[in-house]
């Protein structure tokens, strides 16, 4: 409409010069629209002037420029089509680039990182607990807290894979090398499952101020404490939990401590004969990768296996002690990264595809992608790229309360998934590359209970058109026991944790695995070195 009145107000009857020197009306408005072939032709048919025509030339067209006066209420509408928009903060939003794939984005987003540090994960707890689960589950921690240095057996090969999550705690149980031994998916009493899904227990421990003890579950004059593995992954561990005298290292040692305590009970009330050699704990890569932060999760779990013993009546002190000494439970802890533990359990299950993949793995506060390979090289699964960034679901709702916009949560993570794919094709294009109709020839799957949060779920399915391949989601192995109605998707990391330590450590991340040796012998063996 405003370029309709801008012309109007403009006259089409300027005079032009012509190639004979005589001068005639513009040309119609359909024949200037085609502006690069009438400068073309213009090329073809005039010889270029001579530096004095051309700067006389110049002067003339510098004395013939007109200045249109817009009416203001025109002028107006003009300025209001053409400004951008504000965010709630008050900072305008720029548009992004067509090649910009969410770096605009991801620059705002990081700037909000300190928003984080009130994050407080919707664990989806019950709010109140009947008799008869309180009943069961305080029967069963008692009753790991008495077995726990009994049922530790280096020999026995059987693995805990413990997912400690940010909103929910998952638990595996496998004997890999026992067939009569079944797998099976830890239970929760229905009356404390994390928003009614099996299996899901919510990351959550109560406090009691007046005698300083630790509960599982919530009761008159406790206070929940919450979102300390957020914490620790910031490498804020000493800070106050929810306004308590309980740091935030200290909520999550009483957490697994008594986490754990349940789930050995659960495993003595399954098989009392059975042996467990190693609890696998899945934490961030990039926790792992910080030496402070690493060192502090490595703290942790080592208290909690300290405290097993004392877990139906562990106070703040207990805790407090066990985290200063150097002392170490009868049960070994081993801590592997989350991607290892997800790729893992995607490997060990059905899945409808071998060559080039990348995993999206989104949880409540983190979300971790990385691509990788299925193959038969000297490294069962080689992967190429991997980062985790503070992009969960329940961290894009603490940016959208600090000023964000959905559209940039979403284009975050449209620029870390960005990020992964670029440094993947520094290592390999194989299988990674577009097709003729550019369209991705790589298998995506999608893993984690924030996968499908408004956010996360709607940017990926629009992703997916640009895949020759659905996303695929999971199957857990069919002979792994687990109550009907379980969420498939969130119990693959606890899957691919219940393995051996000696697996899982084959499933290095790009800066664990060692370069490549040089080859020295020949390419082929001939039948005459035979």
Known sequence: MLAQLLKNMTSPET?????????????????????????????????????????AISNAKARKKEIVRLPRHISEQIQRETALPVRTDGTTIEPASVSDLGAAAYRRISNLRSSLSSLISDTRAPKTVDAETRETIVQCIALGAAVNVAICDPDADGYVGHDFGTSTTKAIVRWPYDRSAGAFAVPVPAGWCSGNVPHLWPTVVYFDPASRAFAPLPGEGLVA??????????????????????????????FITLHLAYVLGAIAQTRPDAGISVINVGVPVAALADQKISSMFGNVTRAAAVLLGVAPALTLDDVHAALATSDQG???FELHTELSGAIAGYCAGPRPYQGAHVIVDCGSA???????????????????????????????????????????????????????YADTLEFARSGFSQDDDRRYAYQVIMVGGGIDGPIHRSLFDDMAASFQRPFFRPELDRGLLRDAGASEGRLVLADGLARSPIELREVAMPGDRPPPQPHSGPEMISKDQV
């Open 225 to 254: 404490l919450t979102g300390f593995k957020s914490a620790l992954i910031e490498g804020q561990g000493h800070r106050m939990c929810c306004g308590s005298v309980v740091s935030m290292a200290d909520a999550a040692t009483a």
């Open 366 to 420: 983190t979300l971790d992608i990385a691509s990788f390979h299925l193959g038969n090289g000297p490294w069962p699964i080689g992967i190429y790229a991997a980062e985790v960034g503070p992009l969960g679901a329940d961290a894009c709702v603490a940016y959208q309360a600090a000023g964000a916009g959905e559209d940039d949560c979403r284009g975050a993570v449209r620029f870390q998934e960005h990020r992964v």
């Open 330 to 332: 009868s049960i070994q």
């Open 15 to 55: 005079p032009t010069p012509s190639s004979s020197g005589s001068t005639a009306k513009a040309a119609p408005s359909a024949v200037s629209d085609d502006l690069g072939a009438a400068m073309t032709h213009a090329a073809r048919v005039v010889p270029p002037p001579a530096r004095q025509a051309r700067a």
